[in-house]
């Protein structure tokens, strides 16, 4: 069964403009959640999208949003982009439906904001 | 808001030696998983542990479930330099998929 993908891989843009990011869950898998990866703030949860509606969201400004797909892949976009944004970016993906809540990674998209 | 603390940030060891990292919580976990990363992938799922006192085992890997459900431990038998990565410790919610993470332990095993 093939993984959590994520693209693209790496993005570079400078302040001020927007991005969008891709990730196709697990085949089956309806959850899918984002992270943000910092050196100074490590792991930290954006929004999880579950059967195309948002039900949870982290301590993340509105200019972070994203949306799911009927086929549960799933966007995020960051718009007005500032240095700060420039992270890993990753997705995590879960059958749902087990109460210990194990998600699977994709390997991330670095972002990184001149 | 639940805080995770890893301790140590940092190890860096010789092969074939023996570590131990730890990773505790502010309040009661209602299940804690275990990842390690390695440098430019995604965390990867090592364990989860749900029942106070609980132990699993991973081959050279002995996770422990603190008995009141509040911290927990990684021991690492006989370091090997592919056990080299960042290993974080995250607690989910009973609300959706939503983990917490700790800042995590950075280990470094040298050959």
């Known amino acids: 069964k093939a993984g959590v993908t994520q693209t693209p891989r790496y993005l570079i843009k400078t302040r001020g403009q927007q991005v969008t990011l891709s990730c196709s869950p697990i085949s089956g898998h309806r959850s899918v959640s984002w992270y943000q990866q910092t050196p100074g703030q490590g792991l930290q949860f954006l929004f999880e999208?579950?059967?195309?509606?948002?039900?949870n969201k982290g301590n993340f400004p509105g200019r972070f949003s994203g949306r799911q797909f009927s086929n549960s892949r799933s966007e995020m976009n960051v718009s007005t982009l500032e240095l700060g944004d420039s992270a890993l970016y990753l997705c995590?993906?879960?059958?749902?439906?087990?109460?210990?809540?194990?998600?699977?990674f994709g390997p991330g998209t670095r972002l990184t904001v001149l | 808001t639940q805080l995770l603390e890893q301790s140590p940030q940092f190890l860096s060891i010789q092969e074939g030696e023996n570590l131990t990292v730890y990773c505790n919580s502010s309040?009661?976990?209602?299940?804690l998983q275990w990842y390690r990363q390695e440098p430019g992938e995604g965390p990867v799922l090592l364990v989860t542990?749900?029942?106070?006192?609980e132990v699993k085992k991973l081959k050279r890997l002995t996770f422990q479930f603190g008995d009141a459900r509040k911290d927990s431990s990684l021991h690492i038998t006989a370091a090997q330099p592919g056990d080299t990565g960042l290993y974080l410790c995250a607690e989910g919610s009973n609300a959706g998929n939503m983990l917490t993470f700790g800042g995590g332990t950075r280990l470094m095993v040298k050959p």
């Open positions: 999208y579950f059967s195309e509606t948002q039900r």
């Open positions: 309040s009661v976990f209602s299940s």
């Open positions: 995590a993906s879960s059958l749902d439906g087990d109460s210990y809540n194990e998600q699977f």
């Open positions: 542990v749900v029942t106070g006192g």
